[in-house]
């Protein structure tokens, strides 16, 4: 994931990155009712990754989205 640039304010750090299609997670498993076992595998690496590469970097994650504060 490129990341195009990055500001902060008081109390936030924004992070603007490249658009990604595809939609989130969640809305994928609601629609498909059955993963297979590697389906799932695959899904859990990806996301065990990307947190590992976060804390590795000292970066923070939060699972929340914008649309929840608003």
Excluded: P, W
């Amino acid at each position: 994931m490129k990341i195009i640039e990055f500001y902060q304010d008081e109390t936030k750090v924004y992070i603007v990155t490249e658009f990604y299609e595809g939609g989130e997670l969640l809305d994928r498993l609601a629609k498909q009712n059955l993963f297979t076992e590697t389906q799932a595998a695959n899904i859990m690496k990806q996301i065990f990754s990307a947190v590992n590469y976060c804390h590795k970097n000292k970066i923070v994650h939060r699972f929340d989205t914008l649309k929840n504060h608003s």
